[in-house]
């Protein structure tokens, strides 16, 4: 079972950024990105927003770096770990611009990249960027579909839907994998149906354990009766988790404890199907936090 982590400081939402997160700078951030991949962590991930309203700042704060320069930035500091959007919002762009920035990421990085997206959930800043909020479901539908052709091997990628139409505009740098793998998040019904029928990859969205044997049921049974084949990647997020005895209060929700007893815990989740889990770490500064993630790649992850 691979592991991954969404990054600290790029995204500080009160639901999960620690309150060192705050003052932290980009050394901080490259840290913690090249110890993770010190550590074998399958990816880092970064969040998109490009605005957020008054009414939500308190609670998710401003604080997003743009995904696709964030990952950039990471890719040149790190060797192994790749890197995935988690989620981008591709309803906010024209696709062709999507596949243009993350062709571009893709190539810099060796092939490296993860496209993970989304529908997107603040209305507001569709409203501000003239796009669709009320139908973005049906947008990510055909995004993807067209991201599929523009993100391909063609240099003159071609799509015609109702939304988006192209075709002899050629794009390069083309991504260096010739298949980029493209998760889709979210766990509504629709999410579900869209991950199982479009996606090469599942990225739920706070579902606790014991709602994750069903929702994983029925990806599966959606795949079958499309007759969907090829490589499917079903993914969680475990709760937080503090390796070892912590000396704070890192909640009551945070697993923890010795190698062996966190590892037994997260096994739980391959036994319902998952391929890979991300994880988060409580933590009172980088200096713990990098240290969380060395003592699990080193202590946890191969007992996984």
């Known amino acids: 079972m691979a592991y991954g982590i969404q990054l600290p400081v ?16 980009p050394e901080d951030l490259l840290a913690v990105a090249r110890a ?6 399958a990816y880092l991930a970064s969040c998109d927003h490009v605005a957020i309203p008054r009414r939500l700042a308190s609670a998710m704060s401003t604080v997003w770096y743009d995904p696709v320069a964030t990952l950039a930035f990471l890719a040149a500091a790190t060797e192994r770990t790749r890197l ?6 591709v309803g906010l762009r024209h696709p062709l611009l999507t596949a243009k920035q993350y062709a571009t990421l893709d190539h810099l990085s060796g092939g490296r990249l993860i496209l ?9 800043e569709f409203e501000a960027l003239g796009a669709d909020f009320e139908r973005r479901g049906a947008v990510l539908d055909e995004s993807i579909d067209a991201l599929r052709a523009a993100l391909g091997p063609d240099e003159f990628p071609e799509h015609h839907g109702k939304l988006y139409d192209f075709e002899g505009l050629g794009q ?9 793998p493209l998760w889709v998040g979210g766990s509504s019904p629709a ?4 991950a199982a029928l479009k996606g090469d990859g599942w990225l739920p969205q706070g579902d606790p354990r014991d709602r994750l044997p069903a929702q994983i049921a029925r990806i599966r049974e959606l795949r079958e009766r499309a007759g969907a084949s090829g490589p499917f990647t ?3 997020i475990a ?3 503090y390796v070892g005895a912590p000396r704070w209060d890192v909640g009551r929700r945070t697993l923890t404890g010795g190698p062996q007893e966190l590892a037994e815990s997260l096994r739980a989740y391959r036994a319902m199907g998952v391929d890979q889990i991300q994880v988060r770490f409580r933590s009172r500064d980088r200096t713990e936090l990098t240290d969380q993630i060395a003592a699990f790649g080193a202590e946890v992850a191969p007992q996984l």
């Open 10 to 25: 790029q995204s500080q939402s009160t639901l999960y950024a620690e309150p060192w997160e705050a003052a932290a700078e």
């Open 36 to 41: 993770a991949d010190r550590a074998g962590f």
């Open 84 to 89: 995935l959007s988690h989620v981008a919002v």
């Open 116 to 124: 993970g997206v989304g529908a997107g959930h603040v209305r507001e």
């Open 172 to 180: 390069r740098p083309r991504p260096a994998q010739d298949r980029v």
């Open 191 to 194: 999410a579900l149906r869209r």
């Open 234 to 236: 079903v993914g969680a």
């Open 239 to 241: 709760e937080p988790l």
